[in-house]
């Protein structure tokens, strides 16, 4: 990828960040593209975008965007469902039937409403009501 790509991407990741009130993100590693699909339509419904995103482009654009905490859940295969005007609890229990269905989603955290999230807080709350 060149370097103007990779700041477009960026740029584009820091609008997405500032935009979501809240963000969920999951390790999305075994699931097969039509299932990935299938959230993603799922995610739309309820009005989150679902983005597979690179690491170190996502940790540079949460440095810009003030994420801090954003960083500490960027390890290993990363998707985020980006949450703005849509209904975060429907989002969130989606994500978490997905995990509970397909056994290999993994609930990584995220940020709700700016209070940063763990793994665990997420997949409880998800099908709680958050």
Same mark, same amino acid.
């Given at each position: 990828? *060149?370097?103007? !790509?990779? /700041?477009? %991407?960026?740029?584009? *990741? ?6 979501? /009130? ?30 597979? %995103?690179? =690491? ?13 905490? *954003?960083? /500490?859940?960027? !390890? ?6 980006? %949450?703005?005007?849509? !209904? $975060? %609890? ?27 999230? !763990?793994?665990?807080?997420?997949? $409880? =709350?998800?099908?709680? =009501? *958050?």
């Amino acid at each position: 990828m *060149l370097r103007k !790509d990779k /700041e477009q %991407v960026v740029a584009d *990741l820091v609008e997405r960040l500032r935009s979501s /009130e809240t963000l969920i993100l999951a390790d999305y590693r075994g699931l097969s593209v039509g299932e990935l699909d299938e959230v993603r339509t799922k995610l739309l419904e309820h009005g989150a975008r679902f983005h597979v %995103v690179k =690491n170190t482009l996502t940790k540079l654009a949460a440095d810009e965007a003030g994420f801090e905490t *954003l960083k /500490e859940l960027l !390890d290993g295969p990363t998707a985020i469902a980006f %949450v703005g005007d849509g !209904d $975060m %609890v429907s989002v969130a229990k989606t994500l978490s039937e997905t995990a509970r269905k397909t056994k290999v989603l993994e609930l990584k955290g995220g940020i709700l409403e700016g209070t940063p999230m !763990d793994a665990s807080i997420t997949t $409880m =709350n998800a099908a709680a =009501n *958050l």
